[in-house]
């Protein structure tokens, strides 16, 4: 689904949804969290990733990985093209993602299918093509490997506001 709000998709009953944004260099989305994990893809610009335990660099054809209910916030580098595959927390524990975040290498197929799927419609038949399509972008997400673009924060509150 193009250029869509994230939240009506929340409730979507289908394990996978992908959606597409195009945004602002600059733009930043305060701290917040989904119900849902998010795969952000930079499909154009770099996106920054922070959360209370660390901060992901996220280039241009990569991706990061949010899981389910992980105080987020997100700054675009650059004019962005973002493509984001919500998955239900049972999908993502059945596919053995990560329970913390990490940016991913992005594989040329897994670029197809999001290509693919942005233009699918909500309701997918999860019977039929698209229900394929998406099963398997699910598990193309899960074969990906992580990237060290990783900057932990220090524990100790004092070393942390420094």
Not at 62 to 91: E, I, K, S, Y
Request: with cysteine; glycine share 6%.
């Amino acid at each position: 689904m193009r250029n869509t709000l994230v939240d009506p998709y929340e409730d979507i009953p289908r394990d996978v949804v992908v959606t597409a944004c195009d945004y602002p260099a600059g733009l930043t989305f305060p701290l917040h969290a989904h119900r849902r994990g998010q795969f952000a893809y930079a499909a154009r610009g770099a996106i920054s990733v922070a959360t209370p335990t660390g901060r992901w660099l996220v280039p241009p054809q990569r991706a990061c990985w949010v899981p389910a209910g992980m105080d987020h916030q997100m700054t675009m580098r650059g004019a962005v093209t973002m493509l984001n595959t919500f998955l239900t927390a049972r999908a993502a524990q059945a596919l053995g993602l990560p329970a913390d975040c990490r940016v991913h290498a992005v594989s040329p197929l897994l670029r197809h299918l999001l290509d693919e799927a942005i233009d699918l419609p909500a309701l997918y038949d999860l019977d039929g093509r698209a229900g394929k399509l998406m099963a398997l972008l699910a598990a193309e997400i899960a074969a990906m490997p992580a990237l060290s673009l990783h900057a932990p924060l220090p524990a100790d509150p004092r070393l942390a506001r420094a």
